[in-house]
């Protein structure tokens, strides 16, 4: 059974609803799952700016933030972030880099990783958000898992084959079936390989 941590930010709740589904499907692949949200480091006047920002961090103060110790525990970790100018959410750039140490430490390699995002235009950024945020696991030495077109539910939820993400309108509609259906792919795909590649692991440890 491999352990699963989902890491993610969200400022008014699509990319939980997105996290929400990968952990399903990470679960149903018989996963451990953590789903942790980073921390939110914007200002009060900020989050008070949108009314939907400010019901989010409300309905999330007091759960679990996320930790390096949480990817130290995980076999595969799968990173939210909301598109922010084609690029990651600053929020989660800062938790990726509070870990100089684990990395430093060896402690983030030889593990699955994958990405999932969001933007309000059909282009606004989503490849490169994913793609940028690709580039910090090439330095983990982590296994980039993405879905590609091996299933059917990419197509449907727009085809990107980088990571699941979402198109949610000028209203900020959230995900739609497709999407969560592309997510839950996403979760049992991560998880179906990091078992794979605890496998062997767990053979020479026994020996």
């Known amino acids: 059974m491999p352990n699963v941590a989902i890491i993610y ?53 007091g759960e679990p933030r996320a930790t390096p110790a949480d990817l130290e525990w995980a076999d595969a970790v799968v990173f939210g972030t909301p598109t922010r100018f084609g690029n990651m959410a600053a929020q989660l750039k800062q938790f990726i880099d509070t870990l ?22 059909v282009h606004g950024g989503q490849e490169a958000t994913l793609l940028a945020l690709y580039t910090s696991i090439h330095h983990f030495g982590g296994y980039i898992v993405t879905p590609g077109y091996t299933d059917p539910v990419t197509f449907a939820s727009g085809g990107n084959p980088y990571g699941v993400s979402v198109t949610t309108g000028p ?18 795909r991560v998880a179906e390989v990091a078992a794979r590649l605890r496998a062997p692991r767990a053979e020479v440890s026994a020996a």
């Open 9 to 61: 930010y969200s400022s008014t709740g699509t990319n939980a609803a997105i996290a929400e589904a990968i952990a399903e499907g990470a679960r149903a692949a018989g996963a451990e799952v953590r789903l942790r949200l980073v921390a939110e480091t914007a200002p009060d006047a900020a989050i008070d700016s949108n009314p939907k920002w400010r019901a989010f961090v409300d309905e999330k103060r």
């Open 100 to 121: 100089g140490g684990a990395w430093f430490q060896g402690k983030l390699a030889d593990k699955v990783y994958a990405g999932f995002t969001s933007a309000m235009n």
């Open 171 to 188: 209203e900020g509609s959230g995900p739609s079936e497709h999407d969560l259906a592309h997510a839950r792919y996403l979760g049992r």
